[in-house]
């Protein structure tokens, strides 16, 4: 199936999936879970190697202390995204994850980004969890396997890999893939007595930081770190050090920061893949995600406060940050104790992860976007209705990045991708509600369709300034199919102006503050049309159906949201850019060479436009108990 022209290439980036589900059965569940499941489940999901050992990382490489604002933004924009998501999770009932709604309501090219950076997000939070087991299990045992691996090894590792080959991780890896193969399965009862244990020993590490913390590891001056000289390397053995006090690598230590533990703060979407079963979802949901974020975030917060103030930041060990820490106070029962129920967490968290990534591949092969056999299990292994080539490929892809690729790459590779994907929640949150077809009947399409069809038969014979007027002055108070079309074009020239700002803002941030001519100019100009095509947007019709819940202040509310991931995105570092562009660039080969002449949408031209009336109650009010 080759394209003819440009035309039908387009055509065929922009085709959407039908509504209906192909295979599976719609199940409808009984609606049990209040707000404080919602809750249990989501930090559960969401607590995870960030709390262990990216607050190391972050606090000795990039932000020093100030690590705890950094946590601050981090849940800031965190909350946009889950708003977003909140609504994105609640229009279809039978599915939750990004990619199949992307191909229902944006189209298919969207729908690959977001599935092939889904696999991305999740094979790559399975090395960095399985490398953190892998530290945490060296430290308890002394770090000698490091040691011996990287007398043996380090001199044959090029510098953009990580200093020896991880075996420990390997094979943390492996043996989950054949669990899985196996057909292990997610439990709920688990999930709530780890995260109970994940929670006390969380609340022991911060109570223990401020008891045994001094004030004065927040205010360090050069005179603290020219007196400390550890082994023979003397300051220079210490790495970067900034400036002293409590943000070292100032504004811009924060800001990269908060980009890298963005991601530690994401675990919301387990809660709307519930929204089925969810009391009250309009309410439940919202809240649920919001007092998700918020106890993740005193939990990291809490726990990168307890390290700083415990150790001097350029002294946390960054592999082993906690129960080194303790070992640094002279707490060692408790150093082992930390250390062991880190263990605990991290294998719980590690399966938890996995989980979605064989379900993400295989939905894309069944649809033709990627290699069909990804799909096909085996049939030694009918039984467990396992995909076995989804869970063998992921699982082979992820022990081997976390073998060979450094820790810091794996934590920055991760963020960049939930970035992205959130990214296009939000977007498809602001198009869609601007669409006239996603809550109509086909009866109120026909009528729609007639109505529209005096006003736009018109506009050809009107001209442009009547065009203009259009968009300004609606003729409708209902979406049409010219409003939708304005909101797609809207959007993505937004997207397009907010990518453009945020580079500016994140690589030349003192020349634009500062009043370097140009730059400023520019940014003034950027935000300026942001401005207007933003008010354009405003003034379109929304679609009026009530939905379980709707993102408050549209258009803005997700704009920002875009935005503020854009502009994270943009001060992760080169190095990860490089990385996250090689990954895109495997995608898109698979896509256009394999993808785009397989897919199964491309087997019916003709389907109706997605609807998402069909995966409402019928009566909104009689599905909430009131």
């Not at 960095?128 to 090894?153: E, M």
């Not at 990534?357 to 799909?375: N, Y």
Request: glycine share 8%.
């Amino acid at each position: 199936m080759r394209c003819q022209d440009p035309r039908q290439c387009g055509q065929k980036l922009i085709r959407r999936q039908p509504l209906k589900p192909r295979k599976e059965p719609v199940i409808f569940l009984s609606r049990h879970l209040n707000i404080f499941h919602l809750v249990v489940l989501g930090v559960g999901s969401t607590l995870e190697v960030g709390v262990y050992i990216v607050v190391g990382e972050v606090a000795l490489f990039v932000a020093g202390p100030a690590i705890i604002v950094s946590f601050l933004v981090a849940a800031l924009c965190s909350v946009l995204s889950g708003l977003c998501y909140a609504e994105f999770g609640t229009r279809i009932k039978w599915t939750s994850s990004a990619y199949r709604y992307s191909y229902i309501s944006l189209g298919e090219l969207w729908a690959f980004i977001a599935g092939w950076n889904l696999i991305l997000s999740y094979v790559f939070a399975t090395a960095s969890v399985s490398k953190a087991w892998s530290y945490t299990f060296d430290g308890l045992i002394g770090n000698h396997i490091s040691q011996a691996l990287q007398r043996a090894f380090s001199q044959y590792m090029p510098d953009y890999l990580a200093r020896y080959p991880d075996f420990i991780a390997l094979a943390v890896v492996l043996l989950l893939t054949g669990a899985l193969v196996l057909g292990a399965r997610e439990s709920l009862l688990i999930t709530r007595v780890f995260t109970g244990i994940n929670v006390l020993v969380l609340i022991f590490i911060i109570l223990s930081g401020f008891f045994k913390g001094d004030l004065h590891n927040w205010k360090l001056t050069e005179q603290d770190y020219t007196s400390i000289t550890p082994g023979s390397g003397g300051i220079s053995s210490l790495g970067p050090l900034g400036f002293g006090g409590f943000v070292p690598f100032g504004l811009d230590g924060i800001l990269h920061g908060a980009a890298t533990c963005f991601y530690a703060l994401v675990g919301f979407d387990a809660i709307v893949t519930k929204g089925e079963e969810a009391l009250n979802p309009r309410r439940s949901i919202p809240w649920s995600i919001l007092i998700t974020i918020f106890i993740c975030f005193l939990a990291h917060f809490g726990v990168s406060a307890a390290l700083t103030l415990m150790v001097p930041y350029y002294l946390i060990h960054p592999e082993s940050p906690l129960p080194q820490a303790f070992l640094y106070i002279g707490w060692d029962v408790a150093r082992y104790v930390v250390a062991v129920t880190t263990l605990c967490a991290l294998t719980f968290r590690l399966q938890d992860i996995f989980f979605p990534i064989p379900e993400v591949i295989k939905d894309m092969a069944h649809d033709g976007l990627l290699f069909q056999g990804l799909a096909s299990p085996w049939k030694v292994f009918a039984r467990t209705r396992t995909p076995i080539m989804a869970i063998m490929s992921s699982g082979s892809l992820a022990g081997l990045l976390a073998l060979l690729f450094k820790f810091s790459d794996l934590l920055n590779l991760m963020s960049i991708g939930n970035l992205l994907v959130y990214s296009l929640v939000a977007f498809s949150v602001l198009v869609l509600r601007y669409q006239p077809e996603q809550n109509l009947s086909r009866k109120e399409e026909i009528d729609i369709s007639e109505c529209e069809a005096s006003p736009l038969e018109t506009i050809p014979e009107a001209g442009t300034s009547n065009i203009l007027k259009t968009v300004w002055y609606p003729i409708n108070t209902f979406p049409t199919q010219e409003s939708g079309r304005i909101i797609y074009g809207c959007t993505l020239l937004l997207v397009l102006l907010l990518t453009i700002l945020g580079l500016i803002l994140a690589q030349w941030p003192s020349q634009v503050f500062s009043g370097d001519p140009g730059l400023t100019t520019v940014a003034v100009l950027l935000l300026l049309l942001i401005t207007g095509v933003t008010v354009i947007i405003w003034r379109q019709p929304q679609d009026p159906t009530a939905l379980y819940f709707k993102v408050p202040a549209l258009p803005v509310l997700p704009l920002v949201s875009i935005f503020v991931n854009i502009y994270l995105m943009m001060l992760i570092t080169h190095r990860t850019w490089t990385q996250f562009g090689v990954w895109n660039a495997v995608g898109f080969v698979i896509y256009f060479g394999y993808g785009i002449r397989h897919s199964l949408a491309g087997n019916n031209h003709q389907q109706p436009p997605a609807s998402t009336s069909q995966t409402l109650d019928k009566n909104i009010p009689d599905a909430e108990p009131s």
